[in-house]
């Protein structure tokens, strides 16, 4: 069965400084991948995914991601964060072997300090 | 404008009661979910459709019955109401297996 691992439930940077959330994965087929962003009381928006083109994926709002087969990892950065970007943040596999749902980490809420 | 909504946005309801959630989407997806988010669970998948009258189980399905007679709209029903199923609810559609979800604003749902 596939699944993801989030690593850290909270993670605080300072405005400007590097965004770096973690997200590893277990499939036992190649996988697609996804990041999402939740704002308070909103839906899910994604960000980036990856679907077995190029290894590193840029998305909106200077989030990228690299997915490395070897690590099982897609974690997400941002060279530079900004107030606006404090949300909760979700990595989620697509592998085809079961249910065609996503199966989702549980989120990183990312705090960003003045 | 194109989208997906859910509706109510918030119900309280009591144990044993039966509940409709709705969602609607205007993209014609042929894929559609239910999810449940819950503190230090993320998004868990309910029920989901990959047509019009084909619907099939995820990973916490028991208690909710869903249906997909036209391919826009995708309800969810919880038939008798229990405390663990108090959660907030997210609709989302996708064009085809493995592509990107769009989301609806979710259901906020309480049951006393």
């Known amino acids: 069965a596939q699944s993801v691992t989030q690593l850290g439930s909270h993670v605080s940077v300072s405005e400007g400084a590097l965004v770096l959330l973690r997200c590893n994965y277990s499939?036992?087929?190649?996988?697609?991948l996804f990041w999402y962003v939740q704002y308070p009381n909103q839906g899910l928006q994604l960000l980036l995914k990856?679907?077995?083109?190029?290894?590193l994926v840029k998305g909106i709002n200077d989030f990228e991601a690299e997915f490395k087969k070897s690590e099982t990892s897609f974690h997400l950065t941002k060279p530079s964060a900004h107030m606006s970007d404090a949300a909760e943040y979700f990595c989620?596999?697509?592998?085809?072997?079961?249910?065609?749902?996503?199966?989702f980490g549980k989120g990183t809420h990312l705090i960003i300090q003045p | 404008d194109a989208g997906i909504t859910q509706s109510p946005r918030y119900k309280i309801t009591e144990t044993g009661r039966q509940v409709t959630l709705m969602c609607h989407q205007t993209?014609?997806?042929?894929?559609m979910f239910w999810y449940r988010q819950d503190l230090g669970h993320g998004l868990r998948l309910i029920y989901y459709?990959?047509?019009?009258?084909?619907?099939d189980k995820g990973e916490v399905p028991d208690g909710y019955v869903v249906s997909r007679s036209k391919t826009e709209n995708f309800p969810l029903t919880l038939e008798s109401a229990t405390r663990s199923q108090t959660s907030v609810y997210f609709c989302?559609?996708?064009?085809?297996?493995?592509?990107?979800?769009?989301f609806g604003d979710g259901t906020r749902l309480s049951i006393l």
């Open positions: 989620a596999l697509y592998s085809g072997g079961g249910a065609d749902g996503l199966t």
């Open positions: 499939s036992s087929v190649p996988p697609y």
């Open positions: 990856y679907t077995s083109a190029a290894t």
């Open positions: 459709s990959a047509a019009a009258d084909i619907t």
């Open positions: 989302a559609s996708g064009a085809n297996r493995g592509q990107p979800q769009h």
């Open positions: 993209w014609s997806h042929s894929y």
